[in-house]
């Protein structure tokens, strides 16, 4: 259905195939996507961007990448790699492994980023002693990202989504 109205629309010329963005959540299912739309526009379907929501956040991240202070070729920590961050910033900070869990840790960091809390948002808002650990940790967390030129999962959603919403210019293209 969603081929057919972006077909339609490139034969009516309502948009231009430069102009679509589809969007979807797995890679397989942007593939077949892609495939359809292949078959009902042709060649005019390459330029189109069929992709996942995160394929699409890193395209535009690696285009826009000084204005979120990385270089283009930043790396993307999956989950081991952000663990083993989040160990050793633990490590830094003399935290208890048993009192402060790293995984707990990762697992609420991942959260905040979900729900579009940056570490200043969060550290503003820590309440209790175990949150201001927690504040302090995601602080020290971004900080290493950043040192290291990557972004974990997480981040690539939230970080274009602030992006878009500080450069309008971005989002205008």
Not at 24 to 46: D, S, Y
Not at 52 to 60: M, W, Y
Not at 108 to 126: F, H, P, R, W
Not at 163 to 168: E, R, S, Y
Request: proline residues 3%.
């Amino acid at each position: 259905l969603l081929s057919n109205r972006i077909a339609y629309l490139i034969a009516t010329r309502r948009a231009h195939h430069g102009e679509i963005l589809a969007i979807t959540f797995t890679n397989k299912a942007a593939a077949e996507m892609r495939e359809r739309i292949e078959l009902l526009v042709g060649g005019r379907a390459k330029t189109m961007w069929i992709s996942t929501f995160h394929s699409s956040c890193v395209r535009i991240l690696r285009r826009e990448a000084a204005n979120v202070g990385l270089n283009s070729n930043f790396s993307i920590y999956d989950s081991a790699d952000s663990l083993r961050l989040i160990t050793l910033v633990a490590k830094n900070l003399d935290l208890d492994p048993k009192q402060f869990p790293p995984k707990s840790f990762t697992a609420k960091v991942s959260n905040l980023k979900n729900e579009l809390i940056d570490e200043e948002t969060y550290a503003g808002q820590a309440e209790n002693p175990m949150e201001r650990k927690l504040a302090e940790a995601y602080a020290l967390y971004q900080r290493r990202l950043r040192e290291a030129n990557a972004l974990d999962f997480d981040d690539i959603i939230m970080t274009t989504v602030n992006l878009l919403q500080a450069f309008p210019e971005a989002a205008e293209y």
